[in-house]
């Protein structure tokens, strides 16, 4: 607990403070709150901000339906302290639109009919962004390992990876990378 920022240890327990600031950007914006140094990330995300795109599954980081990016990687934010994002820019679902224009991951998965009951898909997408942004043209076999976290109880994930395949096309398409 010594390692908490803003956290004062004497030697005992209830010496720990029991909040804590914490300065991050999300979705671009700067934020700073004081928060129960026992807050999670997707508590702080959906009580806090009200980013209610970020949905909790299970609550014990096996499902992925609370997939966010911290400093660009995929996080379950179920098992993430708030704190612990202190310093790191944290990108939500909410944070893919730009200018009222959905993201191109957003845009494949409801043209490829990804989105059934829609409550993995946030998490489903954000992992997905994080697999494009490592490498814009990964193979089936890439996109099925990096989606292998989020569990989508209503498809077969074949649409879910045709949508990731189709975005990442369209990326590279606009991106002229295949040139």
Same mark, same amino acid.
């Given at each position: 607990? *010594?390692?908490?920022?803003g956290?004062?240890?004497?030697g005992?327990?209830?010496? =720990? ?32 901000? &009200? ?5 909790? *599954? ?41 200018n &009222? ?11 490829? *009919?990804?989105?059934?009951? *829609? ?7 954000m992992?997905?962004k ?25 498809? &077969?994930? =074949? ?21």
């Amino acid at each position: 607990m *010594g390692d908490m920022p803003g956290a004062v240890n004497t030697g005992t327990p209830s010496s =720990v403070k029991s909040t804590l600031e914490v300065s991050m950007e999300v979705n671009g914006d700067t934020v700073r709150r004081e928060v129960p140094a026992s807050r999670t990330l997707i508590d702080f995300l959906r009580d806090d901000l &009200g980013l209610t795109g970020t949905k909790e *599954g299970c609550g014990k980081g096996e499902c992925g339906a609370c997939t966010v990016l911290v400093d660009g990687k995929p996080v379950n934010s179920c098992l993430m302290l708030a704190y612990q994002a202190n310093g790191c820019k944290v990108t939500t679902i909410e944070g893919l639109e730009r200018n &009222g224009e959905l993201h191109p991951l957003q845009e494949a998965f409801m043209e490829e *009919g990804a989105v059934q009951c *829609g409550f993995c898909i946030p998490g489903m997408i954000m992992a997905a962004k994080a697999i494009l942004d490592a490498n814009p043209e990964p193979t089936r076999d890439e996109i099925r390992q990096g989606i292998s976290g989020n569990i989508c109880r209503c498809t &077969g994930y =074949v649409k879910i990876i045709d949508a990731i395949e189709a975005a990442a096309e369209r990326k590279c398409k606009s991106c002229s990378c295949e040139e």
